[in-house]
């Protein structure tokens, strides 16, 4: 069994990024989302392992001295990080595992792991994402303002990217995902194990 | 419109190359299959342009010195090569061009445009290869004994080439393909106009 690799999908509010992530998981079986750990109370509803692992803040402390995140951050006086065990317990059993991070933490697990492939979802324009953060009615009008600068900000970083994907419609973003999954897996470094089994 | 991009498919002899490039253009409209130039005789029922640009050896030579090839060599007593114009002429127009060349060809032109992509197709086995060539009915078993040889040899290189697809059945392989050309036209340095009409 071939095992499996790690894709960063990262992408601006409002780019309708986890509409595209469903549809890919009902797609292409075989994926494990990775679920972040973090330390703030677990909401109504929210269960651990699911929504969140939820640690407390020394046993997160504990899990950042060992290393043990492919990469964390504090907000709002919370920590919020994507363990490392989670991840390659899934690669281990075949399973490709989707890192749905933004750009900052992209950097970080990159840093630890440059065979991780990047992948940005764009809008297919500016005033298309104002559109889709205004429909949504979960934001103020100064609030998608600020949005919009942050998508602007984070947008300089997409050339870094190994992948960009335009996510006009769903179908296309979803047929880009899965192929750029499928040839990944085409990389001869993947494939070493045939080519010397020969 | 999006500019096309050039694909070279190498891959030993007997591998089902054509049979997979034939059921890739079934599935994949707007490719070129790019057709060589060659110094030898049409043969009854070769036209001109469709199985070969037949060229007289003065124009052939005239080419090579005017860099007109992507990638030329001499096969008993005669010139076989890959026009550039042809090539640029449908990558302008936005279709991908396969190339369906051998590993020292490729080596020229990537040695010339490094921004080709390379593909390799490599049977499920050395095994498989022996009974399909064997199957075939062309060959004496000595001249497949010497093909498996060269096909071992070519093997060697194969993880110099950027994608692995191995034809384990025509219908993997042609996804496989699909899905790599998909996934080169997300690559960001495709993608720049769009990223800088933002």
Chains 1, 2 share one sequence.
């Not at 601006?12 to 330390?39: I, M, Q």
């Not at 940005?120 to 104002?130: Q, V, Y």
């Not at 973003?173 to 085409?186: F, G, K, R, S």
């Amino acid at each position: 069994m071939n095992k499996g690799k790690t894709f960063i999908i990262s992408g601006p509010s409002g780019v309708g990024k986890s509409t595209v992530l469903h549809a890919l998981l009902e797609k292409r079986k075989n994926l494990y989302f990775s679920v972040s750990a973090t330390t703030r109370e677990p909401r109504p509803g929210e269960e651990d392992g699911i929504h969140y692992h939820f640690l407390n803040v020394d046993t997160f402390r504990e899990w950042i001295a060992k290393d043990e995140f492919l990469e964390y951050a504090e907000y709002v006086g919370n920590f919020y990080g994507t363990p490392k065990r989670y991840v390659d317990a899934a690669m281990i059993e075949g399973k490709d595992v989707i890192l749905d991070i933004e750009v900052q933490g992209a950097i970080q697990v990159t840093s630890k792991r440059p065979e991780t492939v990047r992948i940005f979802i764009a809008p297919p324009s500016w005033g298309e994402l104002e559109r889709r953060l205004t429909e949504r009615g979960t934001d103020t009008p100064d609030k998608i303002q600020k949005r919009l600068l942050r998508a602007k900000v984070e947008f300089q970083t997409a050339h870094t990217y190994d992948y960009f994907v335009i996510n006009d419609t769903v179908e296309n973003a979803v047929n880009e995902l899965d192929a750029i999954m499928t040839a990944e897996h085409c990389k001869p470094q993947d494939r070493m194990e045939i080519i010397s089994a020969k």
